[in-house]
């Protein structure tokens, strides 16, 4: 079978975990027929990766979610260890469901967005389970988690309707077959422990404000790179960092403006104007908030030019790298 890897003979095979029978009601362009299942071409970083010709790299690109793994220890911080919620709530709740293929974003949310992986069709085959599944625990265990986040997501008739709408879910499924799909594997999985399932899905619904926080701050993956991008970076315009980062500068201004306000009407009246500790008070706070503000700009223009330097830096670096890599013919897999 073209893209397998040299596997090791005693390691265990595993069993799919989904019944001998299409779910899709149109199954005759999927069977036996692994290259109608992939796209042709993804990518690792700044390498090409052609599916069809090196499957289990593209696979492990697809399903594995290694960034979660690595802070596994510290998503108790970003999530609740309960099931996500169905997609007709995310609904209720007015966030927008938005597509993404990496499997590290799946269910990670944001404000009003909820980023959702669409369930791969292979996930659906059960040859393909046995060809390419079966031989790797661990992409076994990746497979059966974003499964089972499916069995999450789409718990009524309703939620299947929003999951074809939005293309999460092929639309040659119709309600019963999912179901019967569901009964099948939900007993091929332990529940109570998950031990058949990626430790990610272990987690529900992630924060994406406490992953970058994380990604951030927290040993192992401190590093400067992730403290300035964070689990994954938003918009690259400066106005938007200001925005999420100093906003809280206003209020904290507002708030100053307030006070210093009031300690002027003060040292109008006449009760205070001979009071000496209240306008020893007065001056500390008016020298206090000047100097606030003087820091408070300065901060303001070395996080610019700090990140201005180190985006122009990285992309400089990241120029030469990648030309390098592709003199050297080594970008492609």
Same mark, same amino acid.
Do not use: Q
């Given at each position: 079978m073209g893209g397998h890897r040299i596997r090791d003979q005693a390691s265990r095979k595993l069993s799919p975990p989904i019944s001998n029978t299409?779910?899709?009601?149109?199954?005759?362009?999927?069977?036996?027929?692994?290259?109608?299942?992939h796209p042709a071409i993804t990518f690792e970083g700044d390498k090409f990766v052609r599916p069809n010709r090196d499957t289990f790299t593209y696979l492990a690109l697809d399903l594995k979610t290694p960034r979660l793994n690595d802070i596994h220890q510290h998503l108790w911080l970003a999530g609740l260890p309960n099931a996500a919620r169905p997609l007709h709530r995310q609904?209720?709740?007015?966030?927008?469901i938005l597509v993404t293929e990496d499997p590290d974003e799946h269910l990670v949310w944001f404000e009003a967005q909820i980023f959702v992986k669409p369930l791969p069709d292979f996930l659906l085959d059960y040859n393909y389970w046995n060809d390419y599944l079966c031989s790797d625990e661990e992409l076994h265990k990746s497979a059966c988690g974003l499964l089972l986040s499916y069995a999450w997501l789409v718990r009524h008739k309703s939620d299947l309707n929003i999951a074809q709408e939005t293309g999460l879910l092929s639309n040659n499924i119709g309600w019963p077959n999912w179901v019967e799909f569901l009964e099948t594997f939900l007993d091929n999985i332990n529940l109570d422990t998950l031990s058949d399932v990626n430790?990610?899905?272990?987690?529900?619904?992630? =924060? @994406?404000?406490?992953?970058?926080?994380?990604? =951030? @701050?927290?040993?192992?993956?401190?590093?400067?790179?992730?403290?300035i991008r964070g689990y994954r970076s938003g918009s690259t315009w400066y106005n938007a960092f200001f925005e999420r980062h100093f906003k809280w500068m206003l209020a904290v201004f507002a708030a100053f403006s307030v006070f210093l306000s009031a300690l002027q009407v003060g040292l109008a009246t006449p009760m205070l104007q001979e009071n000496g500790p209240f306008k020893r008070a007065s001056y500390g706070f008016a020298l206090a908030s000047l100097i606030a503000v003087v820091a408070s700009v300065a901060l303001v223009i070395f996080v610019w030019t700090g990140l201005f330097w180190y985006h122009l830096l990285s992309t400089w670096w990241n120029d030469r790298v990648v030309d390098r890599r592709r003199r050297n013919g080594v970008l492609s897999l």
């Open positions: 299409s779910l899709l009601k149109d199954s005759s362009s999927t069977a036996h027929k692994p290259e109608s299942l609904k209720l709740l007015g966030r927008n430790k990610r899905y272990k987690y529900g619904e992630l =924060r @994406l404000s406490r992953l970058n926080a994380i990604y =951030r @701050l927290i040993p192992p993956t401190y590093s400067f790179h992730n403290f």
